[in-house]
C-alpha cells in the first residue's frame, strides 16, 4: 500500500519544494516551525545562562520602602548611581522617559540626566510605535542620532528584506538622550497567538536604521565602538568581529534559557540601602526594570506563560554576548533543506 502511494507523497514533497522557493515564509510552513520550536524548547527545559548578567527589579519590596510607583526621575537618578558605585560594567535602563512638563519643572529630569552622565555607562529605552505619527516640528536629541547604525553592508537589499518599520519614534527627553551611553528600543512583538519567540533587532524610521537596546547593551559591555557594530540586511548583526544570525527581517530567534528567575534578581530597595556586597554587581551588565505586582509587560515564551520584560530582555542579551543564538527554519533556504530531508 505505501509502495502504492510513494510517487504521490514525493510529488506532493516536491510541489511543496518548489512553491516556497517562490513563497517567502509559507503560513503553513511559519506555523510548523513554531510548533517545532516550542516543542524543542519545552523538550530540553532550561539551560545554564551564566551569571554576568543580572536584573534590578524595582518590586513590591522597594515600593513600600521607597515610595510607590511611578518614582520621581530623581529617585532613578539615584538608583542608578547605587548600581554604579557597585562598579556595574553596564548598566540598561528598561523604562521610558519620554519628555514630561512636570519632571521636567521639577528638575527631576536634569537629576537623572546628571546621574547618567556621572555613571557614563548607561543604555536607556524607548519605545517606537507603528500605527502613531510624531508630533509635528519633533525634533530628535543628538542621543538618537548617536545611537543609529551607521555600518550597513549591501544597503539596497533593504527594498528585499525590509526591517520592522517605525512611524514613530518615542525616545527619552533631550538631556536623559544626551546623557546616555547610548538608546535603544525595548518594544517587545508577540506572534499572532501572543507567544514571543523572537526580539527584532533593527527598526526602520525615514530612511535611518535603529538597534534595540539588547544590541547596544551587548555592545557596550562587550567594548565594540559604534562603527564597530553594523547591519548585514537580511542576514546578521555584525558586533565587533562577531555574526549575531537574524531572519531576513533583521529578527534573532530568542533562545530561552528557562522560566522566570533563570536569570539573579536583585531588589532596587537592597542596592539603594546597600543591604548587598558592595561587590556583588562588579563587571556585570545590570537591568534594570520595573518587577513589582502590578507590572504590566508580562509576555508568553515557547518555555513560560508569564515572563517579564525585563527578563525577555536579559534572554536576548545573553543571546547576543554568549553566542548562543539560534537559527530559524524560516530563511528559505532552511525550508527547502528541511523538504529535501524528508524526501
Not at 95 to 114: P, W
Not at 190 to 196: E, L
Request: contains cysteine; aromatic residues 10%.
Amino acid at each position: 500500500m505505501l509502495r502504492r502511494f510513494s510517487g504521490l507523497i514525493l510529488y506532493a514533497l516536491i510541489t511543496v519544494l518548489v512553491i516556497s522557493i517562490y513563497l517567502e515564509n509559507p503560513p503553513l510552513l511559519e506555523k510548523t516551525e513554531q510548533l517545532f520550536q516550542d516543542t524543542i524548547f519545552r523538550l530540553r527545559g532550561s539551560r545554564a545562562v551564566g551569571e554576568d548578567i543580572v536584573i534590578v527589579g524595582i518590586d513590591d519590596a522597594s515600593l513600600e520602602r521607597m515610595g510607590k510607583w511611578p518614582w520621581n526621575r530623581d529617585k532613578i537618578g539615584e538608583l542608578v548611581e547605587a548600581v554604579s558605585a557597585q562598579d556595574a560594567k553596564t548598566i540598561l535602563l528598561d523604562l521610558t522617559f519620554e519628555s514630561d512638563e512636570y519632571q521636567q519643572r521639577s528638575g527631576y529630569t536634569d537629576s537623572l540626566a546628571n546621574s547618567l552622565s556621572r555613571a557614563g555607562k548607561v543604555i536607556v529605552g524607548y519605545y517606537f510605535s507603528k500605527t502613531e505619527l510624531p508630533p509635528q516640528g519633533m525634533i530628535f536629541p543628538d542621543g538618537l542620532a548617536r545611537s543609529a547604525y551607521i555600518s550597513i553592508s549591501n544597503p539596497e537589499s533593504f527594498s528585499r528584506f525590509p526591517p520592522i518599520g517605525a512611524s514613530a519614534l518615542k525616545p527619552p527627553a533631550r538631556s536623559i538622550a544626551d546623557s546616555s551611553a547610548y538608546l535603544g528600543f525595548i518594544n517587545i512583538i508577540p506572534d499572532i497567538d501572543r507567544i514571543v519567540r523572537w526580539h527584532p533587532l533593527i527598526v526602520g524610521y525615514r530612511g535611518e536604521f535603529y538597534p534595540s537596546a539588547p544590541v547596544m547593551a551587548a555592545a557596550h559591555y562587550l567594548g565594540a565602538e559604534r562603527h564597530e557594530i553594523g547591519v548585514h540586511v537580511g542576514r546578521s548583526i555584525i558586533m565587533a568581529g562577531r555574526e549575531i544570525p537574524t531572519d531576513r527581517r533583521g529578527r534573532l530567534v530568542v533562545n530561552y534559557g528557562g522560566p522566570e528567575k533563570t536569570f539573579k534578581y536583585y531588589s532596587a530597595s537592597d542596592i539603594m540601602n546597600k543591604n548587598i556586597s558592595p561587590r556583588e554587581l562588579t563587571g556585570k551588565l545590570v537591568i534594570i526594570g520595573y518587577t513589582a505586582f502590578t507590572a504590566t509587560d508580562i509576555f508568553s515564551t515557547p518555555v513560560t506563560r508569564r515572563l517579564p520584560g525585563v527578563e525577555l530582555l536579559a534572554n536576548v542579551i545573553e543571546n547576543i554576548i554568549h553566542g548562543s543564538t539560534i537559527k530559524g527554519m524560516s530563511n528559505q533556504c532552511n525550508v527547502n533543506l528541511l523538504v529535501l530531508a524528508l524526501i
